[in-house]
């Protein structure tokens, strides 16, 4: 079966096998690209009109205990600039995000243990208390069931916990040891049975990725039916292992975003800041590809260029309000309106 033929089964049965994922992946190219993204824009267009939906991304602690081969915040980095936003900080970022439009605030950070259960807890109450028309989203990594109840419990509404790789040899390559594929699986079901919204996802062009490996990350979603998937390029950091590696291709990403807008018409999908790091005009491409969501950053300006998980990453060194403002134009521009609201999955 020809590639286009496939696209055309995706988007009528919202699924493929391995063999036929693998194809259909290997085959991008410009044309099948620009029909993939035309068939992903008018599902999502269907479903979502022209709206994006933004999150308030407070990058709120660079302190981590893993030491995730690619990522710059890995504790073995002794160059990384480490800090913690407190509590007062945190809440600060929160209210300039309330005024500027956003719904939705999403803590991400290391994991890192001096942020224990209670404070996380305390945190997200606080939030809640003074924002309750907002959800919350964490994005703190692989914690106890009890950890993940708990913050549940205090009002917790969505996680992002991306798997990275569906392929076990792949997430060797990625990670040391003492981490491991079935461990991260296994959060992403626990977090689903309790009730969160849940967000998986990947890098484009890590190390050792091949067709085949995109292939099981993409039968993994399928079957996980995520609320959000994160998926942006691979970016190397110059104090990793992967410091020489090359990027991931920017329009191997845009093609991936319309393949999974194809197989889970209702995600909520971001434009993010990987890809606006590697092209210019990355969420734009990355909307025009069939995403709904950008995350812009709510972080003081001044840690901003200390949350380096990979070189040049995206920071114009605009407030946030200035930012929200090219957004908005930018989404304009090309026929999106970016709308005040939680950005629930419909
Ligand atoms: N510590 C939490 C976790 O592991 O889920 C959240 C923070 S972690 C820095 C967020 C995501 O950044 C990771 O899931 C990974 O996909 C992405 N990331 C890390 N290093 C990257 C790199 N060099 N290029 C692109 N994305 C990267």
Known sequence: MNAFSLLEQLSAEHTLDASQWEALIAANSPELAARAAEMACAVRHEIYGNRVFIRGLIEFTSYCRNDCYYCGLRRSNRNAQRYRLTEEQILSCCEVGWELGFRTFVLQGGEDPWFTDEKICALVR???????????????????????????????????????????CHYRRLHPEELSLSHRLACLQTLKQLGFQTGAGFMVGSPGQTPATLAKDMLFLQKLQPDMVGIGPFLPHHDTPFAKEAPGSGALTCYLLSLVRLMLPRVLLPATTALGTLLTDGRERGMLSGANVVMPNLSPSDVREKYLLYDNKLHSGDEAAESVRHLRESMAAIGYEVVVDRGDRL
């Not at 703190?140 to 996680?159: L, P, Q, V």
């Open 126 to 168: 606080e939030i809640k208390r003074r924002y309750p028309e907002c959800a919350v989203t964490l994005s703190i990594g692989e914690k106890e069931e009890s950890s993940y109840r708990a913050y549940r419990e205090a009002g917790a509404d969505r996680y992002l916990l991306r798997h990275e790789t569906a392929d076990d």
